[in-house]
């Protein structure tokens, strides 16, 4: 079955550092792998997603993730944060394979941003 | 319509009563999901619904909990004898789901359910 393992359930940056959120998942095939961001009383977002090609993707607010087939990774960065980035970030995991393309979610990482 | 509604927005029952959630997806998307989002939680998946297969009902809590889609588009949640404990953001999306296609869920803005 597939699943996402996200292990930083909080994490607390300086604005202006740099950032990192992991994310580990379990698939049987290629995945189709993303990142949502839930900011403070609104829906979530889609940041980015990998579907082929270029394990290097690029998406909105200037975050990008790295697919590793071989970590079984897709972990998402962000060379300096901002203020705005406080919010809950949700990586997920779906395709064809077995899973009917239902997205499996992980639990989440709540990103703090201190001033 | 332009993106995924759910309605109400907000809803306050009291204990043992019953409600319905309402899902319209985006216009021609075939996959549909409802998840809940306990305050402070994660995303807790409830039930997937794909084109006319059976749907994946294997996120419900218990079997006060049913779901149902009707002509392939609108989504209903039912709780029936609400318990304190369901009280909780309620999420819905959709996705468009074929081979190569796009297949990135777009979200509602939820509903936000208070049992008293």
């Known amino acids: 079955a597939q699943s996402v393992t996200q292990p930083d359930i909080h994490i607390t940056v300086s604005e202006g550092a740099s950032l990192e959120l992991r994310c580990n998942y379990s698939?049987?095939?290629?995945?189709?792998l993303f990142w949502y961001v839930q900011s403070p009383g609104q829906g979530l977002q889609l940041l980015l997603k990998y579907f082929s090609g270029d394990t290097l993707v690029q998406g909105i607010k200037g975050f990008e993730a790295e697919f590793k087939r071989s970590q079984s990774s897709f972990n998402l960065r962000k060379p300096s944060v901002h203020w705005s980035d406080a919010a809950e970030y949700f990586c997920a995991v779906g395709g064809e394979a077995g899973g009917g393309n239902k997205l499996t979610f992980g639990t989440g990482t709540q990103l703090k941003v201190e001033l | 319509g332009a993106g995924v509604s759910q309605s109400p927005s907000n809803k306050v029952t009291e204990k043992g009563k019953d409600v319905e959630l309402r899902c319209d997806p985006i216009s021609g998307h075939t996959a549909l999901y409802w998840y809940r989002q306990s305050l402070g939680q994660g995303l807790e998946f409830l039930i997937y619904?794909?084109?006319?297969?059976?749907?994946?009902k294997s996120g419900l809590p218990s079997d006060r909990f049913s779901a149902e889609r009707t002509g392939g588009s609108v989504s209903t949640l039912t709780i029936q004898r609400t318990q304190q404990e369901d009280s909780a953001v309620y999420l819905c999306?959709?996705?468009?789901?074929?081979?190569?296609?796009?297949?990135?869920?777009?979200f509602g803005q939820g509903t936000r359910l208070t049992v008293v």
């Open positions: 999306a959709s996705s468009l789901v074929h081979p190569g296609a796009n297949t990135e869920a777009f």
């Open positions: 698939y049987g095939a290629t995945p189709y």
């Open positions: 619904f794909q084109g006319n297969s059976a749907p994946d």
